[in-house]
């Protein structure tokens, strides 16, 4: 029997599995965390994994970023995904955890293309500033790469899917109860 949180997660889910397989528009993602001062901190991230039997999602990031720190000190997260052509936008909240366990860092960081593991290369950390024109220095040693390399894995707890294709508009919010999912119609 399906219920209606199994009715209302089917798409996001499927849409989330998609775009951690292939480029979809829900493939970049925006990452919301807090900031050591209080203030929310948003920018870009492409989803790299999702577990739908655990709601997890997975993402790539450099281990020296804001985020990480961010993240360490409140797991708090909410993350936006938009699909123009749907006309769907989907909130995800939960709890976010930077992985330690070098043994699945290790095959994170062997699951990445080439292009992605280049962008770790750069010797400074990111958002530090670089003098005028200058191309910011990187190194050519991968295993230095690899250790600028974190994964972040989050477990969302709250989905808020928004579609505008249709008329009148349709909101659905899902939140984890227990083992499962309740979910219920709201005003758009």
Request: hydrophobic share 45%; glycine share 6%; no cysteine.
């Amino acid at each position: 029997m399906t219920t209606t949180a199994d009715a209302a997660l089917a798409p996001v889910w499927d849409a989330l599995a998609a775009a951690t397989t292939r480029r979809t528009p829900f493939t970049l993602a925006s990452l919301a965390t807090v900031s050591a001062d209080g203030a929310p901190r948003s920018r870009s991230v492409i989803l790299r994994s999702w577990e739908p039997g655990r709601a997890a999602l997975g993402l790539a990031t450099d281990a020296r970023s804001a985020k990480v720190r961010e993240i360490r000190a409140d797991p708090r997260v909410s993350l936006v995904v938009w699909d123009d052509d749907a006309q769907v936008q989907v909130r995800l909240e939960g709890r976010a955890a930077v992985v330690d366990d070098p043994a699945e860092l290790r095959r994170r960081w062997e699951g990445l293309g080439a292009r992605s593991r280049r962008g770790y290369a750069t010797v400074g950390v990111p958002g530090t500033p670089v003098d005028g024109d200058a191309t910011p220095a990187r190194d050519d040693d991968e295993a230095v790469w690899s250790a600028r390399f974190a994964w972040v894995e989050v477990v969302v707890d709250r989905v808020d899917r928004l579609d505008l294709s249709s008329e009148p508009h349709d909101r659905v919010v899902a939140e984890r109860a227990g083992a499962g999912w309740r979910a219920r119609r709201v005003v758009p």
